[in-house]
Protein backbone atom coordinates (compact mmCIF):
# COMPACT_ATOMS: atom_id res chain seq x y z
CA UNK A 1 0.00 0.00 0.00
CA UNK A 2 1.45 3.48 -1.30
CA UNK A 3 2.33 5.52 1.85
CA UNK A 4 2.98 9.03 1.26
CA UNK A 5 6.31 11.08 2.60
CA UNK A 6 6.12 12.52 5.40
CA UNK A 7 8.71 15.89 5.40
CA UNK A 8 9.94 17.28 8.70
CA UNK A 9 9.65 20.67 8.47
CA UNK A 10 12.17 21.84 10.40
CA UNK A 11 14.58 20.40 7.88
CA UNK A 12 12.23 22.47 5.14
CA UNK A 13 12.92 25.49 7.46
CA UNK A 14 16.75 24.97 7.58
CA UNK A 15 17.03 24.57 4.13
CA UNK A 16 14.79 27.75 3.18
CA UNK A 17 17.61 29.90 5.64
CA UNK A 18 20.35 27.88 3.69
CA UNK A 19 19.02 28.72 0.24
CA UNK A 20 18.15 32.49 1.11
CA UNK A 21 21.35 33.06 2.97
CA UNK A 22 23.32 31.42 -0.22
CA UNK A 23 21.09 33.73 -2.88
CA UNK A 24 21.70 37.01 -0.70
CA UNK A 25 25.48 35.97 0.05
CA UNK A 26 26.24 35.59 -4.08
CA UNK A 27 23.69 38.64 -5.05
CA UNK A 28 25.94 40.99 -2.66
CA UNK A 29 28.74 39.32 -4.03
CA UNK A 30 27.94 40.01 -7.73
CA UNK A 31 26.83 43.93 -6.83
CA UNK A 32 29.90 44.57 -5.28
CA UNK A 33 31.82 43.52 -8.22
CA UNK A 34 29.84 45.39 -10.47
CA UNK A 35 29.95 48.03 -8.39
CA UNK A 36 34.34 47.78 -8.40
CA UNK A 37 34.58 47.25 -11.98
CA UNK A 38 33.08 50.74 -12.61
CA UNK A 39 35.57 53.07 -10.86
CA UNK A 40 39.34 53.44 -12.17
CA UNK A 41 41.39 54.18 -8.89
CA UNK A 42 44.69 56.22 -9.45
CA UNK A 43 47.73 55.57 -7.11
CA UNK A 44 50.33 58.96 -6.73
CA UNK A 45 53.21 59.74 -5.01
CA UNK A 46 52.93 62.54 -2.61
CA UNK A 47 54.67 65.17 -3.46
CA UNK A 48 54.93 63.78 -7.16
CA UNK A 49 58.16 65.96 -7.67
CA UNK A 50 61.33 66.60 -4.63
CA UNK A 51 64.11 68.31 -6.32
CA UNK A 52 67.22 70.24 -5.19
CA UNK A 53 68.42 68.43 -1.76
CA UNK A 54 71.96 67.95 -1.20
CA UNK A 55 73.36 64.33 -0.17
CA UNK A 56 72.51 63.84 3.30
CA UNK A 57 69.59 65.12 3.36
CA UNK A 58 66.14 63.54 3.83
CA UNK A 59 62.64 63.44 2.63
CA UNK A 60 59.51 61.42 3.34
CA UNK A 61 56.88 60.68 0.52
CA UNK A 62 53.34 59.38 0.83
CA UNK A 63 52.04 56.70 -1.77
CA UNK A 64 48.55 57.16 -1.76
CA UNK A 65 45.32 55.65 -3.75
CA UNK A 66 42.30 57.89 -5.00
CA UNK A 67 38.50 57.10 -5.41
CA UNK A 68 38.64 53.48 -5.16
CA UNK A 69 35.86 51.29 -4.62
CA UNK A 70 35.63 47.62 -2.94
CA UNK A 71 38.74 47.85 -1.99
CA UNK A 72 39.83 44.28 -0.48
CA UNK A 73 43.43 43.32 -1.04
CA UNK A 74 46.70 45.06 -2.40
CA UNK A 75 50.12 44.51 -3.36
CA UNK A 76 52.49 46.68 -4.98
CA UNK A 77 56.06 46.93 -5.80
CA UNK A 78 58.17 50.29 -5.37
CA UNK A 79 61.47 51.34 -6.73
CA UNK A 80 64.14 53.83 -6.89
CA UNK A 81 67.79 54.05 -7.63
CA UNK A 82 69.65 53.48 -4.79
CA UNK A 83 72.69 54.97 -6.16
CA UNK A 84 71.31 58.32 -5.73
CA UNK A 85 68.81 58.07 -2.83
CA UNK A 86 68.90 55.34 -0.21
CA UNK A 87 66.11 54.06 2.17
CA UNK A 88 65.92 54.90 5.65
CA UNK A 89 62.44 53.90 6.82
CA UNK A 90 58.95 53.22 6.06
CA UNK A 91 55.40 52.51 7.75
CA UNK A 92 52.47 50.89 6.42
CA UNK A 93 49.05 52.69 6.68
CA UNK A 94 47.11 49.43 7.14
CA UNK A 95 44.29 49.21 8.63
CA UNK A 96 42.27 52.01 8.65
CA UNK A 97 41.24 51.60 12.11
CA UNK A 98 44.76 51.84 13.28
CA UNK A 99 45.66 54.79 10.56
CA UNK A 100 42.34 56.91 10.02
CA UNK A 101 44.52 58.53 6.86
CA UNK A 102 44.98 54.76 6.19
CA UNK A 103 43.26 51.72 3.88
CA UNK A 104 41.46 48.86 4.40
CA UNK A 105 39.03 47.69 7.06
CA UNK A 106 40.33 45.27 9.78
CA UNK A 107 41.10 41.99 10.27
CA UNK A 108 43.63 42.46 7.91
CA UNK A 109 46.33 39.84 6.75
CA UNK A 110 49.84 41.08 6.14
CA UNK A 111 50.84 39.04 3.00
CA UNK A 112 54.25 41.04 2.01
CA UNK A 113 56.38 43.10 3.40
CA UNK A 114 59.80 43.29 2.36
CA UNK A 115 62.51 45.97 1.31
CA UNK A 116 65.85 45.61 -0.43
CA UNK A 117 67.38 48.59 0.10
CA UNK A 118 70.61 47.64 -1.57
CA UNK A 119 68.27 46.49 -4.99
CA UNK A 120 65.84 49.98 -4.41
CA UNK A 121 62.45 47.75 -4.16
CA UNK A 122 60.20 47.43 -1.54
CA UNK A 123 57.22 45.30 -1.85
CA UNK A 124 53.83 45.52 0.53
CA UNK A 125 51.17 43.02 0.53
CA UNK A 126 47.97 43.22 2.51
CA UNK A 127 44.34 42.03 2.19
CA UNK A 128 41.21 41.93 4.44
CA UNK A 129 39.48 39.48 6.12
CA UNK A 130 35.92 38.40 6.44
CA UNK A 131 34.24 40.31 8.38
CA UNK A 132 35.75 43.07 7.20
CA UNK A 133 34.21 45.32 5.10
CA UNK A 134 35.61 46.96 1.70
CA UNK A 135 37.65 50.03 1.70
CA UNK A 136 35.82 52.35 -0.44
CA UNK A 137 37.56 56.76 -0.93
CA UNK A 138 41.48 57.53 -0.64
CA UNK A 139 43.94 57.05 2.15
CA UNK A 140 48.01 56.47 2.56
CA UNK A 141 48.77 53.53 1.76
CA UNK A 142 52.63 53.67 2.77
CA UNK A 143 54.52 56.02 3.82
CA UNK A 144 58.52 56.08 3.07
CA UNK A 145 61.59 57.92 4.10
CA UNK A 146 64.91 58.49 2.51
CA UNK A 147 68.28 59.80 2.57
CA UNK A 148 70.05 61.56 -0.60
CA UNK A 149 73.65 60.07 -1.27
CA UNK A 150 74.25 61.26 -4.58
CA UNK A 151 73.39 63.52 -7.69
CA UNK A 152 70.96 62.48 -10.82
CA UNK A 153 67.44 61.82 -11.26
CA UNK A 154 65.26 58.99 -9.94
CA UNK A 155 61.64 58.27 -10.49
CA UNK A 156 59.92 56.95 -7.17
CA UNK A 157 58.22 53.80 -9.73
CA UNK A 158 55.15 51.77 -9.42
CA UNK A 159 57.24 48.40 -11.28
CA UNK A 160 53.81 46.16 -9.96
CA UNK A 161 50.12 47.01 -8.95
CA UNK A 162 47.22 44.29 -8.25
CA UNK A 163 44.50 45.84 -6.75
CA UNK A 164 41.36 43.42 -5.72
CA UNK A 165 37.82 43.82 -4.71
CA UNK A 166 35.53 41.89 -2.42
CA UNK A 167 33.87 38.99 -4.16
CA UNK A 168 34.08 35.39 -5.56
CA UNK A 169 36.42 35.37 -7.07
CA UNK A 170 38.21 38.44 -6.06
CA UNK A 171 37.62 40.95 -8.96
CA UNK A 172 40.57 42.94 -10.35
CA UNK A 173 40.03 47.11 -9.73
CA UNK A 174 41.37 49.22 -12.98
CA UNK A 175 43.55 51.65 -11.59
CA UNK A 176 45.86 54.53 -13.15
CA UNK A 177 49.50 54.77 -11.48
CA UNK A 178 51.06 58.03 -11.57
CA UNK A 179 55.16 57.71 -10.75
CA UNK A 180 57.00 60.37 -8.85
CA UNK A 181 60.67 61.70 -9.31
CA UNK A 182 63.82 62.80 -7.51
CA UNK A 183 66.12 65.22 -9.54
CA UNK A 184 69.24 66.90 -7.92
CA UNK A 185 70.73 67.09 -11.03
CA UNK A 186 72.85 70.17 -11.65
CA UNK A 187 73.85 70.35 -15.63
CA UNK A 188 77.02 71.57 -16.84
CA UNK A 189 77.17 74.99 -18.31
CA UNK A 190 76.09 74.87 -21.67
CA UNK A 191 78.14 75.63 -24.41
CA UNK A 192 77.44 78.46 -27.12
CA UNK A 193 80.00 79.34 -29.92
CA UNK A 194 80.91 80.16 -34.09
CA UNK A 195 82.26 78.15 -36.51
CA UNK A 196 84.21 78.51 -38.26
CA UNK A 197 86.16 80.79 -35.39
CA UNK A 198 88.37 82.12 -37.94
CA UNK A 199 87.47 83.15 -41.23
CA UNK A 200 90.66 84.50 -43.68
CA UNK A 201 89.93 84.96 -47.20
CA UNK A 202 91.37 87.74 -49.17
CA UNK A 203 88.57 87.37 -52.03
CA UNK A 204 85.88 88.61 -49.45
CA UNK A 205 85.91 92.73 -50.35
CA UNK A 206 82.85 94.74 -48.86
CA UNK A 207 79.65 93.82 -50.38
CA UNK A 208 80.92 90.19 -50.31
CA UNK A 209 78.80 87.42 -48.41
CA UNK A 210 79.82 84.68 -46.16
CA UNK A 211 77.93 81.95 -43.78
CA UNK A 212 79.08 81.24 -39.89
CA UNK A 213 77.29 78.77 -38.18
CA UNK A 214 76.30 79.51 -34.15
CA UNK A 215 76.21 76.39 -32.11
CA UNK A 216 75.15 74.91 -28.99
CA UNK A 217 76.48 72.03 -26.88
CA UNK A 218 75.81 70.13 -23.40
CA UNK A 219 72.27 72.08 -23.24
CA UNK A 220 69.74 70.39 -20.67
CA UNK A 221 66.27 70.95 -21.39
CA UNK A 222 66.34 73.93 -23.29
CA UNK A 223 62.72 75.04 -23.91
CA UNK A 224 63.65 78.51 -26.04
CA UNK A 225 66.45 81.09 -26.27
Not at 49 to 76: A, H, Q, R
Not at 108 to 128: R, T
Not at 132 to 137: H, L, S, V, Y
Not at 160 to 171: D, E, F, M, R, T
Request: glycine share 6%; hydrophobic share 40%.
Amino acid sequence: MYKPKIFDLRNVAALTIILLFMTGFISDMLMKTTYAEASTAKLRVVPSLIKDLEPGEEFSINVTIEDVENLYGIEIEFTWNPSIIEYVSHEVKIPAESYPEGVLHEPVLEVKDIVDAAAGDYIVAYSSQQPAEPFNGSGVIFTMTFRVVGYGTTLLSFALVKLAGYGLPPPPIPYEAYDGQFTNFVPPPAKLYVTPQKIVDPTLIPCKNFTIDIKIDDAYNLANF
